[in-house]
T-cell receptor
Framework: DSGVTQTPKHLITATGQRVTLRCSPR?????VYWYQQSLDQGLQFLIQ???????AKGNILERFSAQQFPDLHSELNLSSLELGDSALYFC?????????????FGPGTRLTVL | DAKTTQPNSMESNEEEPVHLPCNHS???????IHWYRQLPSQGPEYVIH???SNVNNRMASLAIAEDRKSSTLILHRATLRDAAVYYCILGDMEYGNKLVFGAGTILRVKS
């Protein structure tokens, strides 16, 4: 158990819909990261927040947005869903935002878009 | 992003040491070398990281070449539980602390 929690575990929805994935970082961790893992693209970094502020952005689609709240939990919002958005979404957290900070990954949310 | 090159797959016998290689010829002087692994149906898990010197922890050892253009992750005694995809990743300090995952090496452990 990494100490990072993600809800829900599974999500099944239809194309065009909007969903919200939630992540609670380990106690004391200020950075939260979101990654997407699909069969064809592998593990891809989406976005990082550090203490409420956006810190780094990867290949995140405009239909996707994220935020980190004052209690440090984070939400990833996916809208206008397409079949290709079906994937595993992982959240990770670390103490700070430095290159030598170990990242702890949650168990993931499996999103299926029908 | 600086790139790494790893073999697609490797096989090992249980109880034997495993050496997983990684090439990173374009590494910059400030890039950390990270290793993560992903067991089946789980999220990635940190294994070890280093900058210039060899590193040891309870899970593995990391041997870094003197010119830092390659590194080797060493599992001293492979167990069935070590069967996973192993990712060698260079840190990217310029843009926060994101991890850029490649395809990794699939490690199979035979009993």
């Amino acid at each position: 158990d990494s100490g990072v929690t993600q809800t829900p575990k599974h999500l099944i929805t239809a194309t065009g819909q909007r969903v919200t994935l939630r992540c609670s970082p380990r106690s004391g961790d200020l950075s939260v990261y979101w990654y997407q893992q699909s069969l064809d693209q592998g593990l891809q970094f989406l976005i990082q927040y550090y203490n409420g502020e956006e810190r780094a952005k990867g290949n995140i689609l405009e239909r996707f947005s994220a935020q980190q709240f004052p209690d440090l939990h984070s939400e990833l919002n996916l809208s206008s869903l397409e079949l290709g958005d079906s994937a595993l979404y992982f959240c990770a957290s670390s103490v700070g935002d430095r290159d030598n900070n170990e990242q702890f990954f949650g168990p993931g949310t499996r999103l299926t878009v029908l | 992003d600086a790139k790494t090159t790893q073999p697609n797959s490797m096989e090992s016998n249980e109880e034997e040491p495993v050496h997983l290689p990684c090439n990173h010829s374009t590494i910059s002087g400030t890039d950390y070398i990270h290793w993560y692994r992903q067991l089946p149906s789980q999220g990635p898990e940190y294994v070890i990281h280093g900058l210039t010197s060899n590193v040891n922890n309870r899970m593995a050892s990391l041997a870094i070449a003197e010119d830092r253009k390659s590194s080797t992750l060493i599992l001293h005694r492979a167990t069935l539980r070590d069967a996973a995809v192993y990712y060698c990743i260079l840190g990217d300090m310029e843009y926060g602390n994101k991890l850029v995952f490649g395809a990794g090496t699939i490690l199979r452990v035979k009993s």
